[in-house]
């Protein structure tokens, strides 16, 4: 059976969230690690060009009817669960994705439905309209960016810096956001991201590569960077959540490392 536009994720992306909707499959910004390329979800990215997925009708009019009906239908439990996270399988805030993700959100929003949007996309925020909407609703949207510190290996996304002046403009405008670090692609690199958002931003989750594989990390760095990022913190009120890879890495590999006494 087809998975609807409006679903419960499963694996590393349930950690996001208990509801999920993807509109379009594809992605322009070419991150080198995309999960959508990788592991069990290879093949479900599909091209650089983002489309409209057919099971959200092939177009935004019957993409719409389908996010209202299926929203409609879930709303109480929707709501209970904390929302709708936008979106697994592309960046929902693209050229190419952005009118489809708003006319969702918006009905969202308007019936008083929480919503996440991940992105690394920074030219919307010059869309008024767009502002206002998150603006209006601040106290239901969420606007979490990636950051790796790898500009590298996001060949066509703005680069981290920019990412990360886009949150602070978006937290200079009231407007709630999150920081994704994942994956991390090594610990200082990313122990750096999270230092230079540590003013603004209080919602932090933590993620490794996926598939997960404990070859690509090292456990002292882990050790140190899981440290400093609980110093932080604390001394910080930042709500810092690991996800299981993380978790698990530490946890296992605590158990062989010499250190570890
Ligand atoms: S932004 Fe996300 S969906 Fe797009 S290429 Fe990068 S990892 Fe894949």
Known sequence: MKTPIIYRPAGAAAEYATWGCNLYRGCSHGCTYCYNKRGIF???????TPEIMAKAGGSL?????RFKRLLDKRYGTIVRDGGIFFSFTTDPMLLDTIAGTIMCVEYALKRGVPVQILTKATWWLDRSDVMELFYDHRNLVRVGYTLTGHDEMEPCAPPNEERIQSMQYLDDCNIPVFASIEPVIDFPSSLAMIMEIAGFCKDIRIGLLSPYSAKRYDWNECDRF???V?????????????????RRFYKENAQINPTNT
């Open 42 to 48: 290879s093949n479900s990215l599909g091209g650089e």
């Open 61 to 65: 009019d019957k993409a719409l009817e």
């Open 230 to 246: 609980n110093e932080l913190a604390s001394s910080r009120n930042i709500k810092v959540y690991y996800k299981d890879s993380i």
């Open 226 to 228: 899981i440290g400093k």
